[in-house]
């Protein structure tokens, strides 16, 4: 599919301008196409020079989750494990599904293409920050000069600072080719942890497509951020493992690094500047989950602009979702040791349904409950009166 790559000699105005042309940024652009000729002119500006499939999002569906007719594969069958030993679960009202990057990509810029009100400039990046100026918003790149009334940044925020997230997830994934026929395509292991450490909690992640073929990841959660050479003899291990040593070759690579529990009041927000994806909102702080809270939310923000000429960024999460993922990386951080314990007793105590709502932003009270009460009550009291003992106690003076 080509791709329009134009230059242009004069500053132009766009009702909307969108930073990033990710998943964030075409997702909110795929819902605006859908109004027709209501919808605003609208200039994408993407860094990279092209698409390619540099990443894989999976997701809980259960027939409703937007893109799930278009997903690569699909598992009723779920395992998670630790040395050597592991569950199996049913997950029969839920598939979990695959969808690769190229797919989301090619189904993207043609939903676009739809639209000429539309346009995407791949290769630019800004050369300063966007100025606002009498009700607009004025952006210098590498190329041109533009003039938008609403900003809609998705770009990574690379500036976070570590005080201000709890914890980060850093994997590193292989897509191999077997010799050998040695992959169950109808079980994706969900997470077979590593022997448990000090420092951080350390699992495989295994999605086979057929039995020569799968996505082979190690994933780590700690309070650092891993670099790519530090997640290399994991992976090594885990395709050692999965191949049963038989010979493979490396299809392709997918690295990357998310934060889990970012503070939103580092998040900033100024007038028709709105900031969305991953570290504004997009993924699930405790499991790092965000294709699907990407696509609610730019089918909250697509209608926010056509009717209000405003952006809307990632609503907050409710309270008990938002306390017990802040407890729970608490403590995971306070104690890594037995975070592969936690993760197992939840599984393992509360019905599969229950833990897949709670993990796609689907919980109800019941669902709540039962993630509660699946879990060992000593790490969470002894966390929260570790929390408690260091808070300061405020002192009210009588006069």
């Known amino acids: 599919?080509?791709?329009?790559?134009?230059?242009?000699?004069?500053?132009?105005?766009?009702?909307?301008?969108?930073?990033?042309?990710?998943?964030a940024g075409l997702?909110?652009?795929?819902?605006?196409?859908?109004?027709?000729?209501?919808c605003p002119k609208i200039l994408i500006l993407e860094q990279r020079t092209y698409y390619m499939n540099d990443r894989t999002w999976c997701f809980w569906d259960d027939g409703t989750a937007p893109f799930g007719s278009i997903a690569n594969h699909r598992w009723k069958k779920i395992i998670v494990g630790e040395n050597q030993q592991s569950e199996e679960y049913d997950c029969q009202s839920f598939s979990y599904s695959m969808l690769a990057a190229d797919t989301y990509y090619q189904?993207?810029?043609k939903t676009i293409a739809t639209n000429q009100a539309i346009k995407l400039i791949l290769g630019t990046c800004l050369v300063s920050k966007p100025v606002s100026h009498d009700d607009s918003w004025h952006i210098e790149t590498d190329k041109e000069k533009f003039v938008g009334k609403i900003i809609i940044d998705t770009?990574?925020?690379?500036?976070?600072?570590?005080?201000?997230?709890?914890?980060?997830?850093s994997f590193l994934g292989h897509e191999v080719i077997c010799d050998e026929a040695v992959f169950d395509p109808t079980r994706v292991v969900l997470m077979d942890f590593l022997k448990p450490n000090p420092n951080d909690i350390r699992f495989t992640y295994v999605l086979p497509t057929s039995p020569y073929h799968a996505l082979i990841e190690s994933t780590v959660f700690g309070e650092e951020a891993l670099q790519l050479d530090d997640?290399?003899?994991?992976?090594?291990?885990?395709?050692?493992?999965?191949?049963?040593?038989?010979?493979?070759?490396?299809?392709?690579?997918?690295?990357?690094?998310?934060?889990?529990?970012?503070?939103?009041?580092?998040?900033?927000?100024?007038?028709?500047?709105?900031?969305?994806?991953?570290?504004?909102?997009?993924?699930?702080?405790?499991?790092?989950?965000?294709?699907?809270?990407?696509?609610?939310?730019?089918?909250?923000?697509?209608?926010?602009?056509?009717?209000?000429?405003?952006?809307?960024?990632?609503?907050?999460?409710?309270?008990?979702?938002?306390?017990?993922?802040?407890?729970?990386?608490?403590?995971?951080?306070?104690?890594?040791?037995?975070?592969?314990?936690?993760?197992?007793?939840?599984?393992r105590n509360a019905n599969t349904e229950n833990v897949i709502r709670f993990l796609s932003d689907r919980a109800s009270l019941a669902d709540y409950l039962h993630v509660i009460l699946a879990l060992p009550m000593a790490p969470?009291?002894?966390?929260?009166?570790?929390?408690?003992?260091?808070?300061?106690?405020?002192?009210?003076?009588?006069?």
């Not at 770009?155 to 980060?168: A, F, T």
Request: charged content about 25%; proline content about 4%; aromatic content about 8%.
């Open 1 to 23: 599919m080509s791709i329009r790559l134009d230059c242009m000699t004069e500053p132009f105005n766009y009702d909307v301008i969108i930073l990033g042309g990710g998943c």
């Open 27 to 38: 997702s909110l652009a795929m819902q605006l196409a859908g109004y027709g000729t209501r």
């Open 107 to 109: 189904t993207a810029l």
């Open 155 to 169: 770009r990574p925020h690379i500036d976070l600072k570590r005080d201000k997230v709890m914890m980060w997830q």
């Open 231 to 347: 997640l290399t003899d994991d992976i090594d291990c885990a395709i050692k493992k999965y191949s049963q040593s038989h010979g493979y070759k490396i299809k392709r690579s997918e690295y990357g690094v998310l934060p889990m529990g970012i503070e939103r009041d580092v998040i900033p927000t100024k007038k028709n500047y709105i900031q969305a994806g991953l570290t504004a909102g997009g993924a699930r702080s405790s499991s790092g989950y965000a294709f699907q809270r990407i696509q609610a939310w730019a089918k909250l923000c697509a209608p926010f602009i056509i009717e209000n000429g405003c952006g809307v960024a990632h609503p907050k999460d409710s309270i008990i979702q938002s306390s017990m993922d802040k407890l729970f990386l608490d403590v995971l951080r306070a104690d890594p040791e037995q975070g592969s314990a936690l993760f197992l007793a939840l599984f």
């Open 380 to 399: 969470f009291i002894q966390q929260l009166w570790r929390l408690a003992c260091r808070r300061p106690l405020a002192i009210r003076v009588r006069k």
